[in-house]
């Protein structure tokens, strides 16, 4: 592994299904985000995590939870999803030393449909 | 509320020169930054500016004025490579990245 990993690149998901979508990086950096990417809207932050062990909500946190047991993994998961789910996913990352540069990391993305 | 304003589509041609214009109001700064994003893929670091001025890195340069809430990324010598979405993000006061929508930049031959 290079860099950030998400998985699966592209789903398919019938509503009310639960769904988790995995993102793993191995630069070591100590804070992670899941964005959604809709078209016409900027990047909106779903929940992030600055070090492992802690998260917190980002601007549309509702129907998403998140965990971060470990520096690598950070897990996105939709308990029930619905149709306004539908979005491209990314993860990224940012190591703190850095962080005042705010360059993040972003993985591939994940393109889910909810049907 | 916090917002970002930039154009939603440019088009320019091969080997010109263009200039993409980000307008921000924001709760605080801390740093404005510009990604590249082609198209299905994902979006990748290119400038970070925090205090006035030009900030240049081979063919692209970053400007940006805090007392105008404004900044601009400039492309020079387009390649068709260049064809892409621009996206401006300004981190606030409690540092959280706020996204504009981006724009979409197209290159003719």
């Known amino acids: 592994i290079a860099g950030i990993t998400q998985a699966p690149t592209s789903q398919i998901l019938a509503a009310g299904r639960r769904m988790t979508l995995r993102c793993t990086q191995d630069m070591r950096h100590n804070a992670m985000y899941w964005y959604r990417q809709d078209l016409g809207l900027g990047l909106r932050l779903i929940h992030y995590?600055?070090?492992?062990?802690?998260?917190g909500k980002g601007e549309v946190p509702d129907g998403y939870s998140v965990s971060r047991a470990n520096t690598d993994d950070f897990p996105l998961t939709l308990a029930s999803a619905v149709p306004s789910q539908t979005s491209v996913y990314f993860c990224a990352s940012s190591d703190s030393s850095r962080e005042n540069t705010g360059e993040l990391f972003f993985g591939e993305g994940s393109r889910l449909t909810v049907l | 509320g916090q917002n970002i304003d930039q154009p939603t589509e440019m088009t320019a041609t091969e080997g010109a020169i263009v200039q993409i214009n980000c307008t921000y109001q924001t709760s605080g700064f801390n740093g404005l930054f510009w990604y590249q994003q082609h198209a299905g893929e994902a979006p990748t670091f290119l400038s970070y500016?925090?205090l006035d001025g030009l900030e240049e890195k081979g063919r692209f340069s970053s400007f940006l004025s805090r007392s105008k809430g404004y900044s601009y990324l400039l492309l020079k010598e387009l390649q068709m490579k260049d064809s892409a979405s621009y996206l401006c993000?300004?981190?606030?006061?409690?540092?959280?990245?706020?996204w504009g929508a981006g724009t979409k930049l197209i290159i003719k031959p």
């Open positions: 995590s600055n070090t492992a062990g802690t998260t």
């Open positions: 993000a300004v981190k606030d006061s409690n540092y959280q990245l706020i």
């Open positions: 500016n925090v």
